[in-house]
């Protein structure tokens, strides 16, 4: 048997392999861009999402903590009111007798008790009045603003411009402070004129809520500080 009568068998190894007419290999080369990371190929559209978040979470978080920084650095107002004014004395006074004579009361200037018939006209006066007949005033719900006689001119303007209508202003020798300003069962002692704190008393008991007469008026009084009996005001 000749060579060309020789059955093909196995390959043995070194022959070289059979010739194939036909294209060339296929490349199996993937573009550069299938190799990209999966990071790059994501739209970037986190990060905006959470700087957005962060923002209005701070936003939120300001609007939040500004009422308590505000409380913090003024202080609520109310309570900054009850603070300013925690050296106001109060009494409960019960008697509201009316009497002729002179009452011996427990408060300088009194705040309360009883009193004279009559009761002394709004305004301010330029000489110490009755006590008697003030308190029949405080039973109105007037305020009544004491001071030392030896306050200024300027000072005495002051005060009568804070006075309510519904108000009486006189000196008073030996007051325990320069200005004393009072209402039914509650006063307040003032180091001056410029004090602050009238101010803040007025707004607190200046309507007269705390008398047992609260909204008469002391108008119709007798203009005398000595309490001289007119023809209006009496037996009231």
Request: proline share 11%.
């Amino acid at each position: 048997m000749s060579d060309a009568d020789t059955p093909p068998g196995p390959a043995r190894q070194g022959d070289p392999g059979p010739v194939v007419d036909g294209p060339p290999e296929a490349s199996y080369d993937l573009p550069e861009a299938a190799y990209a990371p999966v990071e790059e190929q994501r739209p970037r559209r986190s990060l905006p999402l959470v700087l957005a978040a962060v923002a209005s979470a701070l936003v939120l978080g300001a609007a939040l903590v500004a009422p308590l920084v505000d409380r913090a650095i003024r202080g609520d107002e109310r309570a900054q009111r009850a603070l300013d004014l925690t050296l106001v004395e109060t009494w409960e006074i019960t008697d509201r007798a009316h009497t002729m004579d002179d009452v011996t009361y427990p408060q300088d200037p009194p705040a309360g008790g009883a009193h004279a018939p009559v009761w002394l006209a709004c305004g301010v006066y330029d000489e110490p009045v009755r006590d008697e007949n003030a308190v029949h005033d405080l039973e109105h719900g007037t305020v009544w603003i004491t001071h030392d006689p030896d306050l200024s001119d300027a000072d005495r303007a002051v005060l009568a411009d804070q006075l309510p209508d519904n108000g009486i202003m006189s000196p008073r020798e030996d007051l325990p402070s320069p200005v004393v300003v009072t209402v039914w069962g509650a006063q307040l002692r003032l180091d001056g004129a410029d004090d602050r704190r009238l101010g803040l008393f007025l707004e607190e008991y200046g309507d007269g809520h705390t008398a047992p007469e609260f909204g008469v008026s002391c108008r119709g009084g007798t203009p005398s500080p000595h309490g001289s009996l007119p023809e209006q005001g009496t037996d009231a």
